[in-house]
């Protein structure tokens, strides 16, 4: 005898029955979604237009500043040489020399030329940028051809503290006033032009270096390393990519889709999905035994209680809403199944059914002979007449038998 179906099982027939046209509709739409993503992802994902580098060049300038000691003093040696330093003494190393060291680097380059020019600015300002006077003075001008990457060109000049603020006490004490805070700084241009990975390229860069007078001492304030690139490039068509998941969850979707839509057909077109009356009364029965959990206990009725006359219920469901009603509880035997409910004379029983094929189809089935049952009984009676005719016929032969004793005695005689 073969085990009964799982509900799991049922219930999945249940879903293929009742849904089989909308799976296979949901399975064929992952199948196009899927062929879609395959194709634009892996077959002809088409192109995109991209920047692309084509040259480029990178400018780097900087302000080395430095100054020798001119004075005999109790601290330095006369001669040594103060460098890189945010202060320094105006009475020892009054002038101070300035080095403009610019170089570049790419990746191939042609007839590169470097300039470099730097002026001394000197102005007084106000408040809100008001410039009340300006003097300017070039200090170093230096241009450099065939430059090849990561070769340095200097341009140097020295500044004279003492000079510089001789000359602004010359300005004020001749104009008569100084409205203003008076400033002096260097400001410095640098031009790179050339060819540069077979492209004519061009780099501009400006730099400023502040010096501040302070009677005894004059500071220098400077920008440090000053970077600057200039890149060309150009718009171009490159093939389109994507990323991991869409990679990978387009063959997965068709591959999903494709066996969903197998096992759909196959399960409607060669399996029996339909359950039978027995099997849908089974998940209905489990159905409400899930429902009404809470209102079912599991214990042995005492004997006498079945004493009592049995009212069949057709539901779970009926028996439960009948305990309710009428404020009793609903036994669940351990040993049988049944669902009982004890109410006044009566016993009220529901019992569920097993998830197995109809019991008419049970009834139907031919024996292990070949005969059905009804056959076995024709068969019976059939026995018995030729049985009942066997005896008759008997009787009969020995009345001849006694017969013909009598008549052969006859003719003896």
Same mark, same amino acid.
Do not use: K
């Given at each position: 005898?073969?085990?009964?179906?799982?509900?799991?099982?049922?219930?999945?027939?249940?879903?293929?029955?009742?849904?089989?046209?909308?799976?296979?509709?949901?399975?064929?739409?992952?199948?196009?979604?899927?062929?879609?993503?395959?194709?634009?992802?892996?077959?002809?994902?088409?192109?995109?237009?991209?920047?692309?580098?084509?040259?480029?060049? +990178?400018?780097?300038?900087?302000?080395?500043?430095?100054?020798?000691?001119?004075?005999?003093?109790?601290?330095?040696?006369?001669?040594?040489?103060?460098?890189?330093?945010?202060?320094?003494?105006?009475?020892?190393?009054?002038?101070?020399?300035?080095?403009?060291?610019?170089?570049?680097?790419?990746?191939?380059? &042609?007839?590169?030329?470097?300039?470099?020019?730097?002026?001394?600015?000197?102005?007084?300002?106000?408040?809100?940028?008001?410039?009340?006077?300006?003097?300017?003075?070039?200090?170093?001008?230096?241009?450099? !051809?065939?430059?090849?990457?990561? /070769?340095?060109?200097? $341009?140097?000049?020295?500044?004279?503290?003492?000079?510089?603020?001789?000359?602004?006490?010359?300005?004020?004490?001749?104009?008569?006033?100084?409205?203003?805070?008076?400033?002096?700084?260097?400001?410095? !241009?640098?031009?790179?032009?050339?060819?540069?990975?077979?492209?004519?390229?061009?780099?501009?860069? +400006?730099?400023?270096?502040?010096?501040?007078?302070?009677?005894?001492?004059?500071?220098?304030?400077?920008?440090?390393?000053?970077?600057?690139?200039? !890149?060309?490039?150009?718009?171009?068509?490159?093939?389109?990519?994507?990323?991991?998941?869409?990679?990978?969850?387009?063959?997965?979707?068709?591959?999903?889709?494709?066996?969903? $839509?197998?096992?759909?057909?196959?399960?409607?077109?060669?399996?029996?999905?339909?359950?039978?009356?027995?099997?849908?009364?089974?998940?209905?029965?489990?159905?409400?035994?899930?429902?009404?959990? &809470?209102?079912?206990?599991?214990?042995?009725?005492?004997?006498?209680?079945?004493?009592?006359?049995?009212?069949?219920?057709?539901?779970?469901?009926?028996?439960?809403?009948?305990?309710?009603?009428?404020?009793?509880?609903?036994?669940?035997?351990?040993?049988?199944?049944?669902?009982?409910?004890?109410?006044?004379?009566?016993?009220?029983?529901?019992?569920?059914?097993?998830?197995?094929?109809?019991?008419?189809?049970?009834?139907?089935?031919?024996?292990?002979?070949?005969?059905?049952?009804?056959? /076995? +009984?024709?068969?019976?009676?059939?026995?018995?007449?030729? /049985?009942?005719?066997?005896? &008759?016929?008997?009787?009969?032969?020995? /009345?001849?038998?006694?017969?013909?004793?009598?008549?052969?005695?006859?003719?003896?005689?």
């Amino acid at each position: 005898m073969s085990s009964a179906p799982s509900e799991s099982r049922l219930r999945l027939r249940a879903v293929l029955n009742a849904q089989s046209t909308a799976i296979l509709i949901a399975c064929l739409l992952l199948v196009a979604v899927g062929a879609g993503l395959v194709y634009t992802t892996h077959v002809d994902p088409g192109t995109e237009t991209e920047s692309r580098t084509v040259s480029s060049l +990178t400018v780097e300038s900087e302000y080395r500043h430095s100054a020798t000691v001119t004075e005999p003093n109790a601290v330095f040696d006369t001669g040594a040489v103060l460098d890189g330093r945010d202060t320094y003494f105006t009475r020892i190393a009054p002038e101070l020399d300035v080095d403009v060291a610019t170089s570049y680097t790419a990746s191939s380059a &042609e007839d590169v030329t470097v300039e470099i020019a730097s002026t001394l600015v000197i102005r007084n300002v106000g408040e809100g940028g008001t410039v009340y006077w300006r003097e300017t003075e070039p200090l170093a001008s230096q241009s450099v !051809s065939g430059v090849d990457p990561g /070769e340095t060109v200097n $341009a140097s000049f020295a500044l004279n503290s003492t000079a510089i603020d001789g000359r602004v006490a010359s300005i004020e004490e001749q104009l008569g006033a100084s409205p203003g805070q008076t400033e002096t700084f260097v400001t410095t !241009s640098v031009a790179v032009d050339g060819s540069v990975g077979g492209v004519p390229t061009a780099s501009t860069q +400006t730099l400023d270096m502040t010096v501040t007078h302070g009677g005894d001492t004059y500071s220098v304030s400077e920008p440090g390393v000053r970077s600057d690139t200039a !890149s060309r490039t150009e718009q171009v068509s490159v093939r389109r990519s994507y990323g991991t998941l869409r990679s990978f969850g387009g063959p997965l979707l068709l591959l999903v889709g494709l066996l969903g $839509a197998a096992g759909t057909g196959y399960a409607t077109r060669e399996l029996d999905l339909a359950l039978t009356p027995t099997e849908r009364e089974y998940l209905s029965y489990r159905d409400d035994r899930s429902e009404f959990d &809470e209102w079912i206990t599991a214990f042995r009725l005492p004997p006498s209680v079945h004493d009592r006359p049995t009212a069949e219920a057709e539901s779970l469901r009926d028996l439960v809403d009948f305990a309710i009603d009428n404020d009793t509880g609903v036994v669940e035997d351990p040993t049988t199944g049944a669902f009982h409910a004890v109410a006044g004379e009566f016993v009220y029983t529901y019992r569920p059914p097993a998830p197995t094929a109809d019991s008419t189809a049970t009834d139907s089935t031919p024996s292990a002979d070949g005969d059905s049952p009804d056959d /076995e +009984t024709g068969a019976a009676d059939v026995d018995v007449a030729e /049985e009942a005719d066997g005896r &008759e016929i008997g009787s009969q032969s020995t /009345e001849g038998s006694a017969a013909e004793p009598d008549e052969r005695g006859d003719d003896r005689a």
